[in-house]
């Protein structure tokens, strides 16, 4: 597949480095904007503006099948897409960052707001993070938390403290309620997937699947006692954080922003109905002492700066704040964030490369999620009506790969080995990122 980016920023690099292998991929920028990232990838680079036809034909626009315009300017990206829809058929796939440009984008076309600018896909990042975000603060004490069938089956991560009741056992000795399934480790930032004989170990995280309602009591018995998220504070009162306060509220979470723009607290003021707003520099110890923070449940700070980030998240774990959940810009960052002692950190930049690889998926199978920074991923796949009935264990899918949830019409299933697949089911399976492809080709349709 011909793939061409407009918008040799970090995202631009990013998506090349992932996609380049099984694409042929063209980026489009000034020659200024290169950097050697982009000089150790096997791609092709046009010198130029990507909404300029001259140098979308150098690209050879006709020929291409996707466009990623993602530019830091929403403009930009917005025009250089209506430009090469002009010009050629290919699916554009346009970056935003403003609040308003999604709202009239993302309108319906029986809404009065609706104009029709023919672009096929809109991403804001901004958005895919603080929905991330959101599901994991949500949860107590998961490190991530996904949910699948309109809500009736849940992923949830955990990380083993030395006390855990499970620590030293096997897999198959561990006493699960029913309808879950444990189908992920990641021991010394290596995800594999477990069998019966997988003995769990101290700062194991282990990944689960199951409904609801059973991870629930999966949660209340191993990993917190009836342990709710009554607070939250946020650092950074940007667009992720203002969406994030808004999200809270509607949950009746007593939230609390820390923003040192006195104009951009006024706005926020504005903004939120029941969030209290806090002029003040989250980097301020005497601050956070002042305000109470190590009362809070979570603290979540999401400034656009990773040094800032870690410098604050540090300062509230240093008050004795027990979850901190941090924003990082750059991947490579997000270990190091984890190693120092940081609780979550989310880069939007995965699940944004997940939004990008839909997109592109020529099979009929959908990514529903990645974990451990792109390690593992959730897929989706829907059975043919034709398919010839049989139970998982004569599947004979490939090593490293478990179903773990089978949606049959409005019925969601936790299977086990003779559990029977038939046409039309839903299965959603977790997988490592390596084994993703070959799983893909298994169930090529």
Same mark, same amino acid.
């Given at each position: 597949m011909k793939i061409i980016i407009y918008g040799a920023n970090e995202i631009g690099c990013n998506i090349a480095a992932e996609l380049f292998e099984d694409h042929d991929i063209i980026i489009i920028d000034k020659e200024q904007n290169r950097t050697d990232a982009f000089n150790k990838l096997d791609i092709g680079y046009v010198s130029g503006n990507g909404t300029c036809i001259t140098a979308l034909k150098e690209a050879q626009i006709e020929d291409a099948d996707i466009?990623?315009?993602?530019?830091?300017?929403?403009?930009?990206?917005?025009?250089?897409? =209506?430009?090469? *829809?002009?010009?050629?058929?290919?699916?554009?796939?346009?970056?935003?960052?403003?609040?308003?440009?999604?709202?009239?984008?993302s309108c319906k076309k029986d809404s009065e707001s609706f104009c029709d600018l023919n672009l096929d896909y809109i991403i804001w990042p901004e958005e895919l993070l603080m929905q991330e975000i959101f599901r994991i603060v949500t949860v107590a004490k998961a490190l991530d938390a996904e949910h699948f069938a309109e809500g009736k089956a849940r992923? =949830?991560?955990? *990380?083993?403290?030395?006390?855990?009741v499970l620590v030293g056992k096997k897999l198959k000795d561990c006493t699960f309620p029913d309808d879950t399934l444990l189908v992920g480790i990641t021991r010394q930032d290596e995800l594999f997937i477990p069998n019966g004989e997988t003995i769990l170990e101290k700062d194991d995280k282990v990944i689960c699947m199951g409904t609801a309602s059973s991870l629930d009591i999966l949660a209340g018995k191993f990993f917190h006692e009836k342990e709710f998220v009554k607070n939250a504070a946020i650092i950074g009162g940007g667009t992720v954080g203002m969406m994030l306060a808004k999200n809270l509220e509607k949950l009746k979470i007593k939230t609390k922003i820390f923003e040192k723009s006195e104009k951009r607290c006024e706005f926020l003021a504005s903004e939120l109905e029941s969030t209290l707003i806090i002029n003040g520099d989250g980097t301020n110890i005497q601050l956070l002492n002042e305000e109470g923070i190590e009362d809070f449940d979570v603290v979540i700070s999401v400034t656009n700066n990773d040094e800032k980030n870690l410098l604050c998240s540090l300062l509230a774990k240093q008050t004795g704040v027990k979850r901190v959940i941090t924003r990082v810009s750059n991947n490579t960052n997000v270990p190091l964030f984890e190693k120092v002692g940081i609780d979550v950190a989310i880069s939007s930049n995965i699940a944004v490369i997940k939004e990008i690889k839909n997109n592109l998926n020529e099979t009929n199978i959908d990514i529903l999620a990645t974990v451990e920074q792109g390690k593992g991923e959730v897929l989706e796949l829907i059975i043919p009506n034709n398919f010839e009935t049989k139970r998982i264990m004569d599947l004979k899918l490939p090593q490293g790969a478990i179903i773990g949830i089978i949606q049959r019409r409005h019925k969601v299933i936790i299977p086990k080995g003779n559990t029977l697949v038939l046409g039309n089911d839903t299965l959603i399976i977790f997988t490592t990122h390596k084994l993703s492809q070959e799983l893909k080709n298994f169930f090529k349709a």
């Open positions: 466009f990623i315009a993602c530019t830091d300017y929403d403009e930009a990206n917005i025009v250089a897409c =209506l430009t090469a *829809k002009k010009i050629s058929d290919v699916k554009t796939i346009c970056f935003i960052s403003k609040e308003e440009y999604h709202t009239s984008m992923l =949830l991560e955990y *990380k083993l403290p030395e006390s855990s």
